[in-house]
């Protein structure tokens, strides 16, 4: 069933945005003193940039003496500057998650970087360009995404998640090459020709930086949320000029880190100057900010910059170096000068741009509004306390130092006022019990080094903080539906019925008024309510949910998607809202006539997870068509599939064949690049279970299939992992072939 949901809402106009009062009323009086005069202030465009491993000493503004950042120290003078600023974890794939979604990492979807295939997204998941999106904000995201899988048409692509633009990297592992061989745009790879055989012809930041440009040109005239992610200054030191740094008497990879520094730095001042030679910099908010602490990998000497200031640790690490970041909130027009101490989690960017958007954010995250902070108010919310998690495997040297030898340990972290208590597991387990933890214990207010463990000193303290900590995680987080979900059917039948749904969620803290749900079928088809779908009231916490009857005509072509379209509109405190989503069916292809290799027929579907489903020659992570021919014990088959658990391929039979062979395991490439894949394999048709393998290895050879499929409409064919370890379990299934009776 399909609940992908793209969040392509109306122009802004038609919501109503410039009559939002999103500007801070300070702002508003400063600019009618200056002679502004504009009868409604329009609501503002944001803009986020993320810098990739960029430490809080980084930046001029906060201390860095060897590396030159000008434009934002500039920002910092003329703006916020948070000084109290955190990542809600200490390296990049659980820090963006919380970024995107206001959750920290004891509630989040994602809180570790990937050991094997890139974690996504949930489906529950609500990120801040959602939001954004149902007041008529156009949202991009230019840069490194993060959340897999590398496909372009699945659930955590960023043009499902309200992205309505994206360009960049979808992969965690793709974003550490800054001259790749494609990068993504939307759903479609771009190669960059200037890159082939591993020629240096185009550097990836420079392409992103443009994309970005372009893209404010053209959203210039209406309200719009840009999230640029620039993947500098993340390892390895690569850069075409070493610029001002060429001639210090530094490594390569010191100066080259030094000169991607200097490089975001510049990215972001082409921002603001485009901004402003657009006119639009007064009606622009800019937040400047990294996703964790400074690296040491590659040969970069992060004590050579004093990249963490006075903090301890680096990235990696649950101390203030590894997690607390810079972070710049900077509008001519809307925001005063100024410095702030208050303890501001990056979880605080959804309800914060929320609130400057006029949008009704989701109630259920961890995140508080910081825009009456922006606006000079002195009481901005502030947190009871902050929590991290750390769930990591990977080492460097003097972050393994920082944690006295602990840096593969779970571990958790949380600050309450000027207390900070940092723990770890001397086993992979969360769950074990709290005295066999090793707690220390921290005053931030005289000790912002976290040079003194006073846990012994205040016992009573530290089973405050301990519990606190057991509080802040969950095994699973549920959340309340907000905004639109759609399910679609995956196969329709010409003249066959079929049901639709959508769901409009409230998870906000305000009721809706005049909620309606609709449905728009291909040109021909038949739709038809049978749920009501509406409702004058929805209240905080509720939801609407409405099912049509679709029905395609009797002469609709088999074998082709068609779309599905929803819409969902309510008005909310701040204005009307428009949500609007999209699912897909396919009528079925033909049924085999006559005996047929399985890679030569068209699948219904293809869930696969990692990769796309390969066919005949291909493997590993290449396209279908393309790669090592799949080989068991040497031998070589012309004719297969290839696989990676969990996946199911499902192919339409129409009762036409009868039966259905092939060999299926782990094949000879697979076990080559790692011995410890191990899978299940299963033959299912209608729903029903007609053969499995076991558990299946490279070194115990593939199993043959021979399967009676008499009868069988759908024949699916279920791939799963058998050993808790998917990043190596590449399946194939060779000479997958039906007898057609």
Request: aromatic residues 8%; neutral net charge; hydrophobic residues 35%.
């Given at each position: ?52 491993d ?86 991009a ?68 930086e ?39 008497p530094?490594t ?31 009606d ?59 303890p ?27 825009a ?70 921290y ?19 530290v ?35 079929f ?71 309510a ?7 428009r949500?609007?989503?999209?699912g897909?069916t ?26 796309p ?70 033959v ?15 070194a ?42």
């Open positions: 069933m399909s609940s992908r949901r793209h969040f392509l809402a109306g122009s802004a106009a038609a919501l109503g945005l410039a009559a939002v009062p999103a500007a801070p009323a300070s702002a508003r009086s400063a600019d009618s003193r200056a002679g502004g005069g504009r009868a409604a202030v329009r609501a503002p465009n944001l803009v986020v940039i993320l810098a990739d960029l430490g809080y000493g980084d930046l001029g503004a906060y201390g860095q003496k060897l590396i030159t950042t000008p434009r934002i120290d500039q920002l910092a003078s003329e703006g916020l500057r948070f000084s109290d600023a955190y990542s809600l974890a200490a390296v990049c794939a659980p820090s963006r998650c919380s970024l995107l979604t206001g959750l920290h990492t004891g509630h989040a979807a994602v809180r570790a970087n990937p050991d094997g295939p890139q974690g996504p997204l949930r489906d529950g998941d609500t990120t801040f360009a959602e939001v954004l999106r149902s007041r008529g904000y156009r949202t995201v230019i840069g490194k995404w993060g959340f897999g899988p590398e496909q372009g048409d699945q659930a955590s692509h960023p043009n499902a998640r309200g992205f309505e633009e994206f360009y960049g990297y979808i992969d965690h592992g793709h974003a550490h090459q800054y001259y790749p061989q494609y990068l993504w745009h939307n759903g479609v790879k771009e190669p960059i020709p200037a890159n082939e055989g591993n020629a240096k012809g185009a550097y990836a930041p420079d392409l992103i443009r994309h970005a440009l372009e893209w404010i040109d053209a959203r210039a005239d209406e309200p719009f949320l840009l999230f640029l992610t620039p993947n500098v200054p993340h390892s390895p030191s690569d850069i075409p000029d070493s610029g001002a740094y060429a001639s210090r530094w390569q990879q010191n100066k080259g880190h030094a000169a991607q520094i200097s490089y975001f730095d510049a990215t972001v001042g082409k921002v603001v100057d485009r901004l402003r030679a657009r006119g639009i910099a007064d622009t908010i800019l937040f400047v900010t990294s996703d964790n602490g400074p690296h040491e990998e590659g040969g970069v000497d992060p004590d050579l910059f004093d990249a963490g200031g006075p903090l301890r640790g680096y990235k990696r690490n649950l101390y203030e170096g590894g997690i607390r970041v810079p972070l710049i909130a900077w509008s001519p027009g809307r925001i005063g000068k100024g410095t702030t101490d208050r501001t989690p990056l979880t605080d960017v959804l309800p914060t741009l929320a609130d400057l958007a006029g949008a009704p954010a989701p109630a259920d995250i961890d995140g508080l509004s910081a009456p902070l922006l606006a000079g108010t002195a009481d901005a919310a502030r947190h009871n306390h902050l929590y991290w998690y750390r769930d990591e495997r990977g080492v460097t040297s003097r972050a393994d130092k920082q944690d006295k030898g602990r840096a593969t340990w779970l571990a958790e972290a949380v600050r309450k006022d000027r207390w900070k208590a940092v723990r770890f597991a001397p086993v992979r387990d969360h769950n074990l019990p709290d005295g066999q933890w090793q707690v220390e214990l005053d931030l207010s005289s000790d912002l080094g976290e040079q003194r463990d006073v846990a012994a000193q205040n016992p009573s303290v089973t405050g903080l301990v519990a606190l900590m057991r509080s802040s995680w969950a095994d699973s987080y549920p959340r309340k539906p907000h905004g639109l979900r759609v399910t679609v059917p995956e196969q329709a039948s010409p003249a066959q019925a049901t639709v749904s959508a769901t409009l969620g409230n998870a906000s803290a305000k009721p809706w008024t005049d909620a309606l749900l609709t449905v728009r079928a291909p040109a021909g088809w038949a739709v038809r309510a049978i749920t009501a779908t509406g409702t004058a009231r929805l209240a905080q916490g509720a939801k609407l949910t409405a099912s049509w009857q679709v029905t395609a005509p009797a002469g609709t072509a088999p074998g082709t998607t068609w779309p599905v379209s929803f819409e969902a509109t008005g909310s405190a701040g204005g009307p809202l949500y609007t989503g999209a897909r396919s009528t079925l292809p033909a049924a085999p006539t006559v005996d047929s290799w399985l890679s030569d027929l068209d699948r219904v579907s293809a869930a696969n997870g990692w990769g489903v390969e066919r005949d020659r291909s493997n590993g992570r290449k396209e279908p068509g393309d790669g090592t021919a799949i080989a068991f014990g040497g031998t070589t088959y012309a004719k297969g599939l290839g696989v990676h658990a969990p996946s199911e391929v499902v192919y339409h039979l129409g009762g036409n064949a009868s039966r259905f062979t092939a060999l299926v395991g782990i094949d000879d490439f697979s076990t080559r690049q790692a011995a410890t894949g191990a899978t299940k394999a299963s299912r048709g209608d729903g029903k279970v007609l053969f499995s393998t076991g558990k299946l290895t490279g115990g050879g593939p199993v043959a299939v021979d399967v009676d499929v008499r009868g069988v409409r759908l024949l699916h064919l279920v791939v799963e992992d058998a050993n808790g370890n998917s990043a190596y379990d590449h399946t194939s299934w060779a000479d997958a072939r039906v007898t057609v009776r």
